[in-house]
């Protein structure tokens, strides 16, 4: 048979359609957009460019800025890494999510994240996206329940334990449930960029999620080299930091550019944040670079300067450029953000507001959190609560769960100088029952009034009552003998033993402290201040236990975060009196 042109063409057309039909059916167009989400470990708010950075350079993220929206008013989920990342990944924020503090499990790891938890990971996974941690993970060790494995990520490249993750040349790495054996001279933040991009590439148009979670500025500070900041006239430490943000800052540029070599730049959301404040370990001085940003505190403080860190987030023809918002956010309403993106159902007992609005430039149909709650664990316990502008901070919880609360107006004082708790008891009362419902009892975590009877770092303050009551028993034993000695020695003698006997007293109570803490320092001054107060009147005939007894009154009055700090000073110094040598 015989066709004529036209039919001829009619039939090569029909096959074209056909054939373009049966390649439309065995891979459908999935217009459902990539995400990733950068997070930083121990950066502060003020570690940016476009939040105030003007000595450190971060031309990448200052452009993702520009690209994108700021948030100036997002907090992390907490001060330290763990429970930070537990919220992060879970959408419930301290007084709920399954893991509340750095809790260590030996030779490595952490505790873990309970079988069945609802993460980001399995949300996504169910969802049919691909997905992949690659850098720190710190939710649970090798072969637990907590690993990234199964909690939701196909892919995970990185260390496990976050302890091992301070040094930056380790000899082995995780990838999936194998143990990479290391040279020790690879530096692993280059590692995991380049795993990022490699598996970015791989992905190619299949909606996916990454999850990188660099390591970088935490301690050690470790850096290949110091470019560009080698000729400053900086601490060698300082140098390390700057150039350590840079580097990374350099690969998240390399992030962006392999997305729009890829051709899924305007399909990809991507974020950028910190896990929580700056840090003050390996050599770093928060101080140095106002790594805190206008801010009180530091990592491991629930003040501004501990949790409130910075967000970038990009979008191209979603995200209108250079936009800024105020929007109070947490690392809880990560989970239902991304639910919303891809129009999966909110799992229960999520704590968190999507801001998916506030990134289309919705405002309007933003809902707004009543109120934002933390609770750290360590440093004897804290909680705090901000409500619209109101702030309050309840510390040392273990001791005295329904102790003082500290209230800050941040539109007024942002830098959290003054306390006017008294002057608001109603907004004091709304805040305790605030913290009072917001924290449910963790028996892997027990914070309110509660002591484990253990050596730990976090107690330290439980063992100056035995020290106490040791140094009183040694006292009633040598009082007479050192009263017969003292008549046959000068004055000088006496002033020198009470000193050290004061040294003694002070390295007694303080050992079990932990030195990392910043009010540890805080401790020692005032203890030393009120020795020299008892010493001066002791001198001048005086007796010198009441002159110091009012000394660290007046300092508690003066700075009201130190009432429980002088309490220290009052022991040294009573334990100094009580092992005078004079009759």
């Not at 390295?507 to 402290?513: A, K």
Request: overall charge negative; hydrophobic content about 40%.
């Amino acid at each position: 048979m015989k066709y004529s042109i036209f039919q001829r063409a009619a039939i090569v057309l029909m096959m074209g359609f056909v054939a373009a039909k049966s390649i439309y059916a065995e891979k459908p167009d999935d217009s459902r957009p990539n995400v990733i989400f950068i997070l930083a470990d121990d950066a502060g708010y003020g570690d940016f460019g476009r939040y105030g950075q003007s000595e450190i350079l971060t031309p990448n993220l200052d452009r993702m800025s520009e690209e994108g929206i700021r948030f100036t008013d997002h907090y992390a989920g907490a001060p330290v890494c763990s429970p930070s990342r537990s919220a992060l990944l879970t959408g419930q924020h301290t007084g709920h999510t399954p893991i509340r503090g750095n809790k260590e499990i030996q030779p490595e790891g952490q505790y873990p994240l309970p079988a069945g938890t609802g993460t980001v990971g399995t949300m996504l996974q169910e969802a049919g996206i691909q997905t992949a941690a690659i850098g720190k993970w710190g939710l649970g060790y090798p072969t637990s329940s907590g690993t990234p494995d199964k909690q939701g990520f196909d892919y995970f490249f990185g260390y496990n334990c976050q302890r091992q993750a301070h040094d930056y040349y380790p000899d082995y790495i995780w990838e999936n449930e194998k143990k990479l054996i290391l040279d020790g001279k690879t530096y692993t933040h280059d590692l995991f960029t380049e795993k990022a991009l490699s598996w970015i590439e791989e992905e190619g148009d299949a909606p996916f999620f990454l999850y990188l979670a660099y390591t970088i500025p935490h301690a050690a500070l470790q850096v290949p080299d110091l470019e560009p900041y080698k000729e400053k006239d900086w601490p060698e430490n300082m140098k390390k930091y700057a150039a350590m943000i840079t580097r990374m800052d350099r690969d998240i540029g390399k992030i962006l550019s392999k997305l729009k070599e890829q051709g899924i730049d305007n399909k990809t959301l991507i974020l950028f944040s910190s896990d929580n404040g700056p840090h003050a370990e390996g050599g770093a001085d928060p101080a140095y670079f106002q790594s805190g940003g206008p801010f009180r505190g530091i990592k491991r403080d629930l003040y501004e300067g501990g949790i409130r860190i910075p967000l970038i987030a990009r979008w191209p023809g979603v995200i209108q450029p250079e936009r800024e918002t105020d929007h109070i956010s947490a690392f809880w309403d990560f989970l239902p953000t991304i639910a919303e993106i891809y129009s999966i159902p909110l799992p229960e007992g999520i704590d968190g507001i999507s801001y998916l609005p506030v990134l289309k430039n919705q405002e309007d149909n933003q809902k707004e959190h009543d109120y934002l709650y933390w609770e750290f664990h360590e440093n004897g316990g804290t909680q705090a609560v901000r409500m619209g502008d109101w702030k309050g901070v309840r510390k040392f919880v273990r001791l005295l769960p329904s102790g003082p609360i500290e209230l800050y107006n941040l539109a007024d004082d942002p830098g959290e100088t003054n306390n006017i708790a008294g002057e608001n008891k109603e907004i004091v009362s709304k805040i305790d029952e605030l913290m009072a419902e917001s924290h449910i009892e963790n028996a892997d975590f027990p914070l309110l009034g509660k002591t484990p009877f253990r050596l730990g770092l976090e107690n330290g303050w439980l063992f100056l009552i035995p020290f106490g009551l040791v140094m009183s028993a040694i006292a009633f034993f040598r009082r007479k003998k050192d009263r017969e000695e003292q008549k046959r020695k000068p004055e000088r003698i006496t002033l020198l033993r009470g000193i050290s006997t004061a040294i003694l007293a002070g390295i007694s109570f303080f050992s079990p402290m932990m030195v990392m803490a910043p009010w540890f320092y805080r401790s020692v001054a005032a203890a030393v201040t009120g020795i020299l107060v008892y010493g001066v009147l002791k001198v001048l005939n005086r007796n010198g236990l009441p002159g110091a007894f009012l000394f660290w009154i007046a300092l508690g009055a003066v700075i009201p975060s130190w009432p429980f700090i002088a309490v220290f000073t009052f022991w040294t110094i009573a334990g100094l009196n009580t092992l005078r040598f004079d009759s």
